[in-house]
């Protein structure tokens, strides 16, 4: 079975500040994709960065960077510089590259605070 | 120039009754899903419809009846509405094996079941 877990139901920041929001996953195949959605309260689902699990190089996306360790099975996100508007829920996903089609595993979500 | 688009956003309905709720993009994608996020924000694969062809149907009521019509729209049926119904639904589609498998989401349908 492929799991997602968020260990931090919350996390907070100040403004201009860094945070790491951790991801730890589970998977028997070698091939897959993860990814970082932020859901602001909007509801809308933003995707933040993505990471192919055959690259070895970590993703980036201007202020947003990914921590990713395939053999311990983790992917977390680095925030730099945060913003106000960064403050949302993030959640981490899981897709296996020749599995159901669009199976996104989601994460249970870490809700972000930034103070400013 | 909206990629994904649901409507109704926001819908208030009675026990018992039938809604739906529709989607398009114009990403020109070739896979499309429903997603269920509940209450405490948790996010499932409902549906996947490749080619309006289904694909992924997780382990949802009958009373829950997607509908393509072509490849642009996955629409949402729903029959005889409970309150354990009331969620956000989220439309998303995807090129698979473009793009990374991206999945890119509508806005949200926010389901309130009273």
Redesign the interface.
């Known amino acids: 079975a492929q799991t997602v877990t968020q260990s931090q139901p919350e996390m907070s920041v100040q403004e201009a500040e860094t945070v790491t929001l951790s991801c730890t996953y589970d998977t028997s195949e070698s091939d897959y994709?993860l990814?970082w959605?932020k859901?602001p309260p909007?509801?809308?689902?933003?995707?933040v960065i993505?990471q192919?699990a055959y690259k070895q190089q970590n993703a980036t996306e201007n202020r947003f960077s990914v921590n990713f360790q395939k053999a311990a099975k983790s992917f977390s996100l680095k925030i730099s510089d945060s913003q106000l508007g960064d403050a949302a829920?993030y959640?981490c996903a899981l897709?296996n590259?020749g599995g159901?089609?669009?199976?996104?595993i989601?994460g249970?979500?870490t809700k972000l605070s930034v103070k400013p | 120039d909206t990629a994904v688009s649901q409507t109704p956003k926001y819908l208030v309905t009675q026990m018992g009754n039938d809604k739906s709720i529709k989607c398009e993009q114009n990403l020109g994608h070739d896979t499309m899903y429903w997603y269920k996020q509940d209450s405490k924000k948790f996010l499932k694969i409902m549906f996947s419809y490749n080619n309006k062809e289904l694909i992924i149907n997780e382990t949802v009521p009958n009373r829950f009846s997607p509908k393509s019509p072509d490849k642009a729209h996955l629409n949402l049926h729903i029959n005889s509405l409970e309150l354990g119904d009331s969620a956000v639904y989220f439309c998303a589609s995807s090129q698979p094996r473009r793009s990374g498998n991206t999945i890119y989401f509508g806005e949200g349908s926010w389901l309130t079941v009273v």
Not at chain 1, 42 to 47: F, G
Not at chain 1, 100 to 104: D, E
């Open positions: 994709y990814f959605y859901q909007s509801r809308q689902m933003i995707l993505r192919e829920m959640f897709m590259y159901s089609q669009g199976n996104l989601f249970k979500g």
